[in-house]
T-cell receptor, first 115, second 118 residues
């Protein structure tokens, strides 16, 4: 079975540009999470979707960040405009449903570098 | 808010030996889950083992086992017969119990880098 698929694997762009990260959850999983990993702050939850609806976006750092889930098989995390401090590894994870106590399955992450 | 602390930034072990990684957490909840995730240099986040707080029996997965001390809020990972492929960053994580108004939010520790010497 395919796991969580993220693209691109690496992204390098200049400050001020728009960045879009993509995620395809595991088929049949209704819960989707976006995380950011940095040396200083470790792994932080940015936003959580259930059945395509954002449930908890309290971790989204500021208005430059936005996330959408237009359907059950696709989500995007967008940064506009990007800044060097946004450089990090961004992970997407999915789980069967909101009230499942099953573990989250992670994608391979996107390493984002903002110059 | 729940917090997870891994007090060992780095650990090392000889191949075939045993190593224990420490983790403590803070919570006022009685039902929750604890996890250990492995992150090798390839950057994947791989689930190693999972413990349900209401189960007294310590979880075991092949060479990996945990020592879960609920009263002490301690959750250590023991790796037996260490292999070169065990070298990675290891994260301890706490999850609220999913049910009612809670969705099972994961909180991670800062990680422990494990080096395995041949």
């Amino acid at each position: 079975d395919a796991g969580v698929i993220q693209s691109p694997r690496h992204e390098v762009t200049e400050m001020g540009q728009e960045v879009t990260l993509r995620c395809k959850p595991i088929s049949g999983h209704n819960s989707l999470f976006w995380y950011r990993q940095t040396m200083m702050r470790g792994l932080e939850l940015l936003i959580y979707f259930n059945n395509n609806v954002p449930i908890d976006d309290s971790g989204m750092p500021e208005d430059r960040f936005s996330a959408k889930m237009p359907n059950a098989s696709f989500s995007t995390l967008k940064i506009q405009p990007s800044e060097p401090r946004d450089s990090a590894v961004y992970f997407c994870a999915s789980r069967p449903d909101s009230y499942s106590n099953q573990p989250q399955h992670f994608g391979d992450g996107t390493r984002l570098s903002i110059l | 808010a729940q917090t997870v602390t891994q007090s060992q930034p780095e650990m090392s072990v000889q191949e075939a030996e045993t190593v224990t990684l420490s983790c403590t957490y803070d919570t006022s909840e009685s039902d929750y889950y604890l996890f250990w995730y492995k992150q090798p240099p390839s950057r994947q986040m791989i689930l190693v083992i999972r413990q349900e707080a209401y189960k007294q029996q310590n979880a075991t997965e092949n060479r990996f086992s945990v020592n879960f001390q609920k009263a002490a809020k301690s959750f250590s990972l023991k790796i037996s017969d260490s292999q070169l492929g065990d070298a990675a960053m290891y994260f301890c994580a706490y999850s609220t119990f999913a049910g009612g108004t809670s969705y099972g939010k994961l909180t991670f520790g800062q990680g422990t880098i494990l080096t395995v010497h041949p």
